[in-house]
């Protein structure tokens, strides 16, 4: 039988919430496994960024991975995207999908229970510190990793993912927000982890759940899923925050991902306290039950995801995989144009505007028997511009790698004056060509193109 | 010292789908008595003191604790302390932490750290009071839970096995504990499958057998439920011995028991007492030096084998074993 656990209305008072919030913070930072990721959250982003800002092969698979030894703010971007896809998922792992578990494992629920005397309370108490300890843990991947970039390349202007100019206060702001934006989805995969740990009690998978929720959004992420499908995912603000780089802000992906993820945080925390209120504590070998998890759990998660993709298909306009063809050739020849810029800045020629260079793209995926839509990596453009004070055009082609995100990595297939080298020689000497290979991102909510 | 009731329950019932944990059990422990509880494993203790804490509630009867009637879960009053199954330690924090929180928790931190000092002094755990828990024994452990629970200073306190694990040394510390404790006008409710703990602790004994009482009241009065005896006699003369036991009315001499000091070392005997002593008058007068006489089995522990059932079924384990 369940004995279900309600609020005294008689009898001692409970402990007060701030009581046991000092207790569960004292109890979870006395784990040398919390103490080891704080001090690897505030040290570790610093040594990588500091490290990699200095080598001549840079991590270009990673968005703002090229820039960083061009500015100190993007090494902070590699951390976040880096975290985004890993670090975040297995830092609330950790914290929040243990827990709760924690009591089970050492056998002292009943200790807990006779000495706060609320177990609303002791929910609370549990999530605000586990909380705060994942506030901690990202102040420090924030702060690590800025400070690491800044100390070993300096405080210089940031380029966008459309390849506009940030200048440093902006680019600080903006790279605060962007971590700002990554809370959302990581307070999502917090709520799951205290969803496992409440709903598995002892059992390792509570533990795991974050991590293994991680893994298959990440999957899913990978498939060319209609737009709705993939905005609907509670991981997608993971990504979205890379539109905060692109002038103007592709703010509808962002909005759309924080709502989200907030609506998973708030679901996932409510089911894990309903779930709290009606365990058993007097059952000391609690793993929890594969129908319950089912039903009170996964089934709400599942309906919510059906609801979100509803929703957002039915309010926004987007449609597909998002990723059209004058959506891509209005990215990149705005990227283009940009970077060009940037480009006879280096070269020490007369500057030009982007109003001047008046760039085009003409974007072709495989061969004539494929639809011009959609991620892959076989997407051919043709970059054109016009030569300031003369009538010649310029061409460039690029190879594009797409990928479902709307995120794409523009290869310079030549010229090799523009684009076909990844160096361009300066009056200084040789530096890295901006044209030669560029990441962009389409907003995969924008309904209309510009050509 | 006062007598008032510090538990009163009437007809406690208490189930877990189909299994009956409690069925109509009544209870009584006054203030300043330490009550006992036994019984076999299964038998209900952990869930009547599960109720005594607040952890449950019962299906039906009634339950009253220090004067208040106890009617939904975690609504125990204010003076309740105590575990059940071990006492609750977080081995990342040292004694002092455990305790501190404790005592914020219960909000009996207003005297700072003296409280906390006092409890680990008087469990004699102030040399260890900085170390972690994780590195703690058993009895070592069983010492803080009880100062944990001292610290909230109990006008009822439930302990789990108190005993487990203590060196003599610890046990003497907890036994001097409950016993000062109890002479405060605290009432304790333990539960030990130890007897010896139970005859120095307990004015007051409840047996539980498949979640019913089978025995409630003083333990001179559970020591005459144990019905005739074993005894063994260590002699100059064992088969003398053997020859005069048998005829000796209305003593039996039970076959195949030995103490272990090689067959026919010793008789082992089952009769009333005052064929024991004449036993003892025929062995004199023929000349047979009676080195050793008592039970094989201690009276409170022959009681409960015999109340709770158990005995029957080691009496037969035995008798196979012999075969």
């Not at chain 1, 002292?108 to 609370?124: K, N």
């Not at chain 1, 365990?279 to 009170?296: E, K, P, Q």
């Not at chain 2, 219960?106 to 004699?124: K, S």
């Not at chain 2, 409950?178 to 007897?195: D, W």
């Amino acid at each position: 039988m369940t004995a279900t656990i309600t609020e005294p209305r008689a009898g001692a008072r409970p402990a007060p919430v701030m009581h046991g919030y000092r207790f569960e913070l004292v109890k979870l930072l006395s784990q040398w496994r919390i103490r080891l990721l704080l001090l690897a959250c505030w040290i570790a982003p610093a040594a990588f960024v500091a490290a990699v800002s200095l080598q001549t092969s840079l991590p270009a698979d990673t968005v703002f991975g090229r820039w960083m030894n061009a500015t100190g703010w993007a090494g902070s971007l590699v951390v976040l995207d880096f975290s985004c896809t890993w670090a975040l998922p297995l830092l609330t792992s950790l914290v929040a999908g243990d827990v709760f578990a924690i009591e089970d494992r050492l056998g002292t629920w009943r200790h807990l229970m006779v000495a706060v005397r609320s177990p609303r309370r002791i929910f609370v108490a549990k999530t605000l510190a586990s909380l705060t300890v994942i506030l901690l843990l990202v102040a420090g991947l924030t702060a690590s990793g800025i400070a690491g970039g800044l100390a070993a390349v300096g405080n210089h202007p940031l380029i966008g993912m459309d390849g506009h100019s940030l200048a440093p206060a902006d680019a600080a702001g903006t790279v605060l927000l962007a971590w700002a934006c990554a809370l959302a989805p990581t307070l999502t995969f917090a709520a799951v982890g205290l969803l496992g740990s409440v709903l598995l009690g002892r059992s390792p998978m509570g533990l795991l759940l974050p991590a293994l929720l991680a893994f298959v959004l990440q999957l899913a992420q990978l498939l060319p899923l209609p737009v709705a499908v993939q905005l609907a995912l509670p991981s997608h603000a993971f990504l979205a925050w890379r539109g905060l780089f692109t002038s103007p802000a592709q703010t509808g992906p962002i909005l759309i991902g924080l709502a989200v993820s907030l609506v998973w945080a708030i679901l996932a925390t409510v089911l894990a306290y309903r779930l709290f209120l009606r365990r058993d504590f007097t059952n000391l070998a609690y793993d929890g039950s594969g129908r319950r998890i089912l039903v009170a759990a996964v089934l709400p998660l599942v309906a919510v995801v059906a609801l979100s993709v509803g929703v957002i298909a039915g309010a926004t306009p987007a449609t597909g995989s998002g990723i059209e063809q004058s959506k891509l050739q209005n990215s990149l020849a705005t990227a283009f144009a940009h970077l060009y810029r940037l480009q006879t800045q280096e070269l020490n020629r007369p500057d030009v505007t982007e109003a001047q260079l008046q760039a085009t793209a003409s974007c072709d995926k495989g061969d004539s028997r494929v639809l011009d839509e959609g991620p892959g990596n076989d997407w051919r453009c043709v970059v054109s511009w016009h030569l300031p004070g003369t009538t010649a055009v310029g061409n460039a082609i690029y190879q594009l790698d797409v990928t479902a995100d709307g995120r794409y990595v523009a290869d310079g297939d030549g010229p090799k004056e523009v684009n076909g080298y990844f160096q361009v020689r300066t009056p200084i000497g040789d530096a890295p060509n901006p044209l030669w290979q560029f990441d962009g991102n389409v907003d995969l909510l924008a309904s209309t193109s510009k050509e | 010292m006062d007598t008032s009731p510090a538990v009163r329950g009437r007809g406690i019932t208490k189930s877990f789908g189909d299994v009956v944990a409690l069925n109509g059990i009544d209870l009584d422990v006054g203030s300043g008595q330490v009550h006992g509880l036994v019984g076999p494993n299964g038998a209900g203790k952990t869930t009547l003191l599960g109720l005594l804490l607040g952890l449950a509630v019962a299906d039906s009867g009634s339950l009253e604790i220090l004067g208040t009637t106890v009617g939904r879960t975690l609504a125990v009053p204010e003076g309740v302390a105590g575990f059940v199954d071990g006492p609750g330690l977080y081995p990342s924090l040292t004694a002092r932490q455990n305790l501190t929180a404790l005592a914020s928790l219960r909000r009996y931190d207003a005297g700072g750290t003296g409280n906390v000092d006092d409890a680990l002094e008087q469990v004699g755990l102030t040399d260890v009071a900085d170390d972690r828990v994780r590195g703690f024994s058993l009895g070592m452990r069983q010492r803080l839970g009880l100062a944990a629970a001292l610290l909230t200073k109990p006008r009822l306190l439930v302990l789990d096995e108190p005993s487990n694990g203590l060196d003599p040394a610890g046990k003497h510390h907890v036994h001097r504990v409950i016993t000062e404790l109890a002479a405060g006008g605290t009432a304790v409710v333990l539960s030990s499958h130890r007897m010896d703990d139970l005859a120095a602790l307990c004015s007051e004994v409840t047996i539980l057998a498949t979640g019913r009482i089978v025995f409630s009241g003083p333990l001179s009065k559970l020591a005459a439920e144990s019905g005739e005896l074993d005894y063994r006699l260590v002699t100059s003369d064992p088969a003398t011995a053997h020859r005069l036991a048998s005829e000796t009315p209305d003593l039996r001499v039970v076959p195949g028991r030995d103490s272990g000091q090689g067959p026919g070392a010793d008789v082992v005997v089952r009769g009333p007492v005052p064929a024991l002593d004449e036993l003892v008058v025929r062995l004199v007068q023929a000349g047979v030096a009676l080195r050793e006489l008592g039970p094989v089995v201690p009276p409170l522990e022959a009681a409960f084998l015999a109340l709770t059932g158990t005995g029957t079924v080691l009496a037969q384990t035995d008798q196979e074993d012999q075969r």
